[in-house]
């Protein structure tokens, strides 16, 4: 079997392998196989699914297993523990945010997108966590000027 060298030729070979997982890539692989070509809309649909098919392979691998602060070509994430179920959730960074409370957003699916290996080294997340003023570890608002500064709240503090 030769490998897909084009957009074309990689979108059909995915579409000939995940056609039984969506109904959508199914009818789009129908449209081909009458037309000989896809749509530039349908091309950039395939694609798109390509790209978060890896993703999603990529955090399938190594799932995020800790709450603390992430960051992926996504852009910069919060992982916390819902008290509810126990199970982490992500909330995106919103940069522009004009109060505390906007900082965050909850992202559906965005855990899901993450890797364990996407988590902020200390320092990294101190010198955002003195940005925003929340903890670098845990993403608890933070309160003392001191700890602001620091980036990090005293209990992680001691843990790092």
């Known amino acids: 079997m030769t490998t897909p060298t084009t957009e074309i030729d990689i979108a059909i070979a995915h ?49 995020v297993t800790e709450v603390g602060m ?31 409370r906007d900082r965050f957003a909850y992202e559906r699916g965005g855990i899901y997108r993450l890797s364990a290996s996407d988590r902020m080294t200390v320092e990294q997340a101190q010198e955002l966590g003195a940005l925003i003023g929340a903890c670098c570890v845990c993403g608890a608002d933070l309160t003392d000027e001191k700890s602001i500064r620091a980036g990090i709240g005293p209990v992680c503090a001691k843990r790092v």
């Not at 039984?20 to 896809?38: D, H, I, P, W």
């Not at 996504?74 to 982490?88: A, C, Y």
């Open 70 to 100: 992430y960051r992926n070509a996504d852009g910069v994430f919060r992982v916390k523990k819902s008290r509810e179920s126990g199970n982490l959730y992500a909330m995106r960074f919103i940069p522009e945010a004009t109060t505390k």
């Open 15 to 63: 579409l000939e392998a995940n056609a039984e997982r969506s109904s959508f890539l199914a009818s789009v692989l129908a449209y081909f196989r009458k037309n000989g070509t896809l749509t530039e809309r349908q091309l950039s649909a395939v694609l798109n699914d390509i790209a978060r098919s890896k993703r999603k392979e990529a955090s399938n691998a190594n799932p």
